[in-house]
């Protein structure tokens, strides 16, 4: 599907010169505050583009191995299931099952240790290029869905992509990341109730990536990411 990326190119070019940015937040103790009032939002937000584009996210577990995951769209059907059968509470009484939407794992808000430590390292003190602490991935079993997700995401006059990394692209030299791949999208949220709370121009990121890829990011391949990342002293 390469008509996405002409597509997205093209959008992103005009949608981020008709987006105007506020003064650079220079407190890290107010970016954290925006973040934290942003997070709920952008959740929501891509729960809807997964939603149209057969998006997962992954799933709480005890168990070791691999991470399993959710299609959103299985999570909601369920949920709807059990609403109409009047079980609202998250639990199938019926069977004491908690629901797969109430067992997703978010990306939670990037801790004030790793920012401090990336500010250090990468930004010079500049807290005003910290533009990943409000953060969520999506994960795709096939590129097409990947792609979709894109489009959508791309034509959603409720955000404004600033910039992306397509680190899925052949030329890309994946040892630097520790064999980790993915779009990397800076974006902001543009919808009324983020004007309202003045947040709409706070950066966050979206990560969409395959499954395969997503399993790195987890034990042992997240390790190598990590060595990678320090290696880089990123």
Known sequence: RGGVWSTFSGTLTRRVQAFTR????TSLD???????????????????WALASRGCFPLRSEEEGRPRYVRWEDAVRERE?????????????????????????????????RAIEKLVR?????????????RQSIVFDRCDELAQCLETIVRDRQAIVLGFKNRLRLDYNAEFSGGYRDVQLKLVLVTREAEKLGL?????????LLRD????????????????RDAKAE
């Open 81 to 113: 299931q059990h609403c109409t059968h009047g079980t609202a509470s998250g639990v199938d009484g019926r069977a004491g099952k908690v629901l797969a939407v109430d067992r997703i794992k978010w990306a939670a808000v990037k801790s004030p240790e």
């Open 200 to 208: 709409s121009h706070h950066v966050c990121e979206v990560q969409l």
């Open 30 to 48: 107010l970016l954290y505050a925006q973040a934290i009032g942003l997070h709920p939002l952008l959740k929501r937000k891509v729960q809807e």
């Open 22 to 25: 506020s003064a650079p937040v």
């Open 122 to 134: 990468v930004y010079g003190g500049n807290v005003s290029c910290l533009l990943d602490v409000c």
């Open 213 to 228: 890829f997503a399993h790195v990011k987890n034990e042992v391949g997240h390790k190598k990411y990590v060595e990678a």
